[in-house]
């Protein structure tokens, strides 16, 4: 009976193994995906704001000095938003391929739009928000994934919190307050972070041992965008409380 039951022990103890393993490599994938995500809109961004690439999407007024969009700068700025709608709600009849094709190329169109931070901050102060970034996002992804506590309940309060974000960064589109730009930055800063953390426990709890490879690539792309989505926003909001301008 103590053999039976030793063995039973050995047996948990290698799915348990086996599952772990399993899990770590996913996570490890969604990372993967991720940043090569961000090494293409840091890519993009950079030749749209240092080479004559951006000219297709960028003119520059010769009196006012003011940038304004072409038209096919306007498509950039506008497509990010149908490609995650479309992975979002056609992920799970995409295949692999075309499922990275698309956050690729969602990916690179976000470079495009961000391009003039890069010319309106200096380029220390991009660094310095950049790595401030990484370590805020790596620390609270590291919690979300180690955590025992759920974090279910906070993504709809997170969620709520992210439309207020979206709302009001319109309202001020015609505003153009200064005060309310801080005040958005510091609920998103807050925000985002909190998403952070609780995406990553979500995804990493979407993981399924039995998974064919088909499922299993679906998710770590769409897991992968989610982070994705985390650290650029809370980039861009870090860099409107912390940058310096030109």
Do not use: C
């Not at 039973?8 to 990372?31: E, K, N, P, S």
């Not at 950049?130 to 974090?151: E, N, Q, R, V």
Request: net charge neutral; no cysteine; aromatic share 12%.
């Amino acid at each position: 009976m103590a053999d039976y039951d030793n063995r039973v022990l050995r047996g948990q103890t290698a799915v348990a193994g086996a599952i772990d393993a399993g899990l770590r490599a996913h996570m490890l994938r969604v990372y993967n995906y991720m940043l090569i995500g961000l090494a293409l809109t840091g890519a993009t961004a950079w030749l749209t704001a240092e080479t004559a690439f951006g000219e297709l999407f960028y003119r520059v007024n010769p009196i006012t000095h003011a940038m304004g969009l072409t038209l096919l700068g306007m498509i950039a700025l506008f497509a990010p938003l149908g490609l995650v709608l479309f992975m979002s709600f056609r992920i799970d009849r995409m295949s692999v391929g075309a499922a990275q094709a698309t956050f690729w190329a969602y990916a690179g169109l976000v470079g495009i739009g961000l391009a003039p931070i890069l010319l309106v901050y200096t380029g220390a102060s991009v660094a310095q928000v950049f790595f401030i970034t990484a370590a805020t996002f790596g620390a609270m992804s590291l919690w979300g994934y180690t955590t025992k506590a759920d974090l279910s309940g906070f993504g709809s309060f997170l969620f709520m919190g992210l439309i207020g974000v979206v709302i009001a960064s319109v309202v001020n589109l015609f505003l153009h307050s200064a005060m309310m730009t801080f005040i958005i930055s510091i609920i998103g800063v807050l925000v985002f972070t909190g998403l952070t953390a609780y995406d990553t426990q979500s995804i990493k709890e979407s993981y399924v041992a039995s998974d064919d490879g088909t499922v299993a690539g679906r998710k770590a792309i769409f897991g992968a965008l989610r982070l994705y989505l985390d650290f650029i926003n809370l980039f861009v909001m870090l860099m409107q409380l912390l940058g310096n301008r030109r």
